[in-house]
């Protein structure tokens, strides 16, 4: 399986498994987003992952192929989350690499990525500066010579996704190592899904709800885990509010490609 | 979006599309074959679709090439009925395309194919008499001269797939033009599979257990479609009894293929 392949398997395996509370799963849709959106952006994707699998060209603007790309049906965007990690992952090769690439981004990383940004309905905090609807963002960045990395930096503290790119990809790497200990087969991405999100707060759902639902969210997940709460009310009760983990989504997707890639099976 | 994605969403689409009475639906696997063997095969299958699309080789190689890239998981042969149709199609653009490539096939074409039906477990008529087991098989081909569409051919009476070859594609366009008539959406692809289902009886189906059963899945189907049976029931009875349309799975994937090239949005 070429690296590239890993990443479409591993987006293509995130988003099949299940019961996954609150997100689009194989069983559960969101009106305006469907399955079959994820599946067709796992296929529409594909020139800007080769792209990153080169190591060559500039992972913002990549990141704007891949948003480009797929920004092509009536799902909206399904996975900007997860190429703002795979991409790096792609060019780097492993985390290590990934790692690396990240600091060498500069402002035109951050500009291409501020254009692909504005392309999608991802909401930015009420608190960001930068508003990339805002015509003179992108001047602003080019006159402070910000990087993309100083721009997850900045994002970083309300923004789990772009923490993986200032921690290391500390989740991402947590996830895979689960997937590892549980075993192989899809039932492992389940159980690695509600342990990070039994023990995480998701930003997504922050940006939507606020801190309250996002912690409310979290204590439902560990009753899960303990047994004490149906993963299947959990997962309907989610999904009629909305209650969409996003961002852990992406990172499952991220460590999905890790995990693959160091030799977990998903085909037990 | 190109030809090949176009081959790889049609793939994605049918095997997502529920409930499809007896097939790997988004809701029902088998417990050797599950939905992400399928996806996964569509990922996978991508060179051989590539190589199909330019227009240049041999079929019966290029067929040979899908089997082995999807041949890879053990979920078994998924695809194998899906890429003799879609890489005449691909190979040719369209069905006009298609036809003008199948007659031109030739003994090569027949050996290829044979090798690579010997790593499926797809299973031949205990009539036929060129089985692809018998070492002695290949050499038969070759003095007899025989092309791949002299095989089709020879066996269109018992093999649906095969008979699209001869026949012209009668009924990937038949297919086709029902999404067409049914409209936008996913839905219409169920609709269009259970009609095939009420009206032509699967050949996987007679391999399997005979052509009683296949006749009583038509009238079971038909039943369904005039409202006298539900739909889940049939459905759940299919997959208790391992009764699945697997010839027509392949036959609805080529209609996507050639629907989603005429217009047909998948994204209603």
């Given at each position: 399986m070429s690296p590239v392949e890993r990443a479409q398997l591993a987006m293509v395996l995130e988003v099949t498994?299940?019961?996954?509370?609150?997100n689009v799963d194989r069983c559960h849709d969101y009106s305006d987003t469907r399955i079959e959106h994820f599946l067709a952006s796992a296929i529409f994707a594909r020139p800007a992952l080769e792209e990153a699998a080169t190591g060559k060209g500039r992972i913002g603007e990549i990141i704007g192929h891949a948003v480009r790309q797929t920004n092509?049906?009536?799902?909206?965007?399904?996975h900007f989350g997860a190429f703002i990690l795979l991409i790096p992952l792609l060019y780097g090769g492993d985390i290590e690499g990934a790692k690396k690439a990240v600091i060498k981004t500069d402002v035109s990383d951050a500009v291409a990525f501020y254009k692909a940004f504005a392309m999608t309905k991802v909401r930015m905090n009420?608190?960001?500066?930068?508003?990339?609807?805002?015509?003179?963002a992108l001047a602003e960045l080019r006159e402070r010579n910000m990087s993309l990395y100083d721009i997850m930096e900045h994002s970083a503290a309300n923004d789990m996704v772009a923490r993986e790119w200032i921690n290391g990809f500390m989740l991402t790497r947590r996830g895979a190592d689960m997937l590892h200990q549980i075993?192989?087969?899809?039932d492992a991405i389940v159980e690695m899904f509600l342990t990070l999100l039994a023990t995480e707060p998701d930003t997504f759902i922050i940006k939507k709800f606020g801190r309250n639902v996002a912690e409310d969210t979290m204590r439902k997940a560990r009753e899960v885990i303990e047994g004490r709460r149906a993963l299947d009310t959990f997962d309907a009760e989610c999904i009629a509010n909305g209650v969409n983990p996003g961002s852990l989504a992406d990172i499952t997707i991220a460590a999905l490609f890790v995990a693959l890639g160091e030799g977990w099976s998903w085909d037990s």
């Open positions: 498994s299940f019961p996954k509370p609150g092509v049906h009536n799902g909206g965007n399904t009420d608190t960001d500066e930068l508003d990339v609807n805002d015509p003179n075993g192989p087969g899809r």
